[in-house]
């Protein structure tokens, strides 16, 4: 098989991403009931382009194979696109950050992301709101992770972990997370956008009504959590039994630490009654 990114058909959603906003999908090998069928990693325009969150490390064995794949497909769609320009993170988790050092060793371009060093390296652009790095604009959406940011690029935002193209997100119980993630959701809401493009998951092309039903999608959550709250529920089994019936077995643990976050909110807001066990995460 070519190393060269394939050309998407006419008609798939990644063609029109192409044609509309110039911006290609590459997916990384590592599908998981976390990162769906793989986590995108993002080129956007050219001469030079620009590369948002590289995907997982490689490692050894045949997950190793897959991630040389995903960084070749990387390297070729960046030659074809004038070279790289730099390389941005939406947030620094290893299912987004972990081919950082690999692929700037291959070819070294300035890195931008919030904290200031990933992967044993000096962040060269701190990501910050407003912070303008080649064609991309950071917008800060805290939540997922607490380093978490938009990047906006003309009409598309790429959002990683914000927004997922299939499912929805857990929040991270940082200080303020529910709430910061609320507040940067109803800003990307406030933009003229055409197109999400997703940490995992396929492109989104109504943003409005995605980000209408995500913010919607906590709010009840938090409606059935204050229910079972009213109704006496203090134990983390019946909260979760209460507010997040839906979730599969397997990704309880997940929702367990989006719990923690919706009880924080509600203590932070001075709503959360007495004697509520949180998770321990
Ligand atoms: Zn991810």
């Known amino acids: 098989m070519s190393a060269a990114a394939r050309a998407p058909a006419p008609g798939e959603p990644e063609a029109r991403l192409l044609a509309e906003h110039g911006i290609l999908r590459l997916r990384a090998e590592n599908p998981g009931p976390l990162t769906l069928s793989g986590t995108n990693t993002w080129v956007v325009g050219s001469d030079p ?14 997950a190793g194979q897959a991630g040389e794949r ?6 070729a769609a960046v030659r074809e696109r004038g070279g790289l320009g730099g390389v941005a993170l939406t947030h620094d988790h290893p299912d987004h950050s972990g081919a950082v050092a690999a692929l700037l060793a291959r070819v070294d371009a300035p890195l931008a992301a919030a904290g200031a060093h990933v992967a044993g390296r000096r962040v060269d652009v701190q990501l910050a709101d ?11 959406t805290p939540g997922h992770s607490v380093d978490h940011c938009a990047l906006i690029a003309g009409r598309a935002c790429l959002c990683g972990d914000a ?12 200080p303020g997370a529910l709430a910061g993630y609320l507040d940067g959701l109803r800003r990307l809401l406030a933009l003229p956008l055409r197109a999400l493009c997703p940490g995992h998951g396929p492109a989104v092309f109504d943003p409005h009504a995605k980000l209408t039903e995500y913010v919607e999608h906590r709010l009840e959550r938090e409606r059935r959590l204050v229910a079972a709250l009213d109704a006496g529920a203090r134990g983390v089994r019946e909260l979760l039994d209460a507010a997040w019936a839906d979730v599969p077995e397997q990704l309880r643990p997940v929702a367990a630490v989006t719990l923690a976050a919706h009880l924080d909110k509600l203590a932070e807001e001075g709503r959360l009654p007495a004697g509520v066990q949180r998770p321990s995460v």
Not at 49 to 62: E, I, L, R, S
Not at 130 to 140: D, E, I, M, Q, R
């Open 49 to 62: 382009a620009y590369v948002v969150d590289p995907g997982p490390a490689g490692q050894a064995g045949q």
């Open 70 to 75: 995903h960084l070749e497909r990387i390297l």
């Open 130 to 140: 407003g912070v303008v790095f080649g064609p991309l604009t950071a917008l800060p």
């Open 163 to 174: 927004v997922l193209g299939e499912g929805s997100v857990f929040i991270s119980p940082d």
